[in-house]
T-cell receptor, first 113, second 114 residues
Framework: KNQVEQSPQSLIILEGKNCTLQCNYTVSPFSNLRWYKQDTGRGPVSLTIMTFSENTKSNGRYTATLDADTKQSSLHITASQLSDSASYIC????????????FGKGTHLIIQP | DARVTQTPRHKVTEMGQEVTMRCQPILGHNTVFWYRQTMMQGLELLAYFRNRAPLDDSGMPKDRFSAEMPDATLATLKIQPSEPRDSAVYFCASAKPGSYYEQYFGPGTRLTVT
């Protein structure tokens, strides 16, 4: 069964600090991996998408990495801001239809002043 | 700035009542998805349409849920009869032709069934 596991479940850090969120998957075949940011009360918004041949992708202070061999991805946030407080969801596509998407349950990140 | 819109944003209803949620996809997007999100399960795909035709609804409880696209600008998700376990946030998302991985989510409908 395809699965996406995210860790930690929740994280609290001080404003200005860096942090790294993890995503491990057992999805086959692999097509792409996307990180979403979901603010409280809002729908998810895409941050990055990576295919099999890409191992890093940046979007401002967000940098995602992908190791397709170990089936791991990480999302690194640099110089965190209060607005980074949100849930971060890892989604892996298996190349089929939209039902080939497997969602992680997310990491809830809180940035404290 | 094109966005997916959903109505209502919040709905509180009693068990047994019918609930209808509506979604307007981004103009030009031909694929529409319905998701349910709970704390326990996270995001789950319920159903999706391409060019208004249902492609998959295997994630949906068939006996009480139904999804339709009466036209290209409107998708509906109906629950009849509703049950307390249906309480969740329901998201609609849309994608442009040829890119169903690039999904744009609406703000969601928070449903509470008492």
């Amino acid at each position: 069964k395809n699965q996406v596991e995210q860790s930690p479940q929740s994280l609290i850090i001080l404003e200005g600090k860096n942090c790294t969120l993890q995503c491990n998957y057992t999805v086959s075949p692999f097509s792409n991996l996307r990180w979403y940011k979901q603010d409280t009360g809002r729908g998810p918004v895409s941050l990055t998408i990576m295919t099999f041949s890409e191992n890093t992708k940046s979007n401002g202070r967000y940098t995602a990495t992908l190791d397709a061999d170990t089936k791991q991805s990480s999302l690194h946030i640099t110089a965190s801001q209060l607005s980074d407080s949100a849930s971060y969801i890892c989604v892996v596509g298996s190349g089929g239809g939209a039902d080939g998407l497997t969602f992680g349950k997310g990491t809830h990140l809180i940035i404290q002043p | 700035d094109a966005r997916v819109t959903q109505t209502p944003r919040h709905k509180v209803t009693e068990m047994g009542q019918e609930v209808t949620m509506r979604c307007q996809p981004i103009l030009g997007h031909n694929t529409v998805f319905w998701y349910r999100q709970t704390m326990m399960q996270g995001l789950e795909l319920l159903a999706y349409f391409r060019n208004r035709a249902p492609l998959d609804d295997s994630g949906m409880p068939k006996d009480r849920f139904s999804a339709e696209m009466p036209d290209a600008t409107l998708a509906t998700l109906k629950i009849q009869p509703s049950e307390p376990r249906d309480s969740a946030v329901y998201f609609c998302a849309s994608a442009k032709p040829g890119s169903y991985y690039e999904q744009y989510f609406g703000p969601g409908t928070r449903l509470t069934v008492t």
